[in-house]
């Protein structure tokens, strides 16, 4: 019998899924407007879920750690 995923975790990778399904894939080495790499949609990804994670997996809205974690990686590209 296999083990039901919390609802909260479930709906968040369906949003990363839907997310990078809808999205043109960024590939890392990517240079920005001002010559800094972008991270790649799988970065973003992997980041905003450790992000939600580190919160204790609470309901809402998981465009706030995408958002938080694109802008986390791109200021450590920058330094």
Not at 23 to 42: F, I, Q, T, Y
Request: aromatic share 6%; glycine share 6%.
């Amino acid at each position: 019998m296999t083990e039901k995923k919390p609802r909260s975790r479930r709906k968040l990778e369906l949003v990363n899924e839907e997310a990078s399904t809808a999205l043109p894939r960024k590939k890392s080495n990517r240079k920005a407007g001002n010559g800094v790499s972008e991270p790649s949609d799988e970065e973003i990804a992997r980041k905003a879920y450790a992000l939600w994670e580190d919160r204790g997996r609470p309901m809402g809205s998981p465009e706030e750690d995408w958002y938080r974690a694109k802008d986390e990686l791109t200021l450590k590209a920058t330094a």
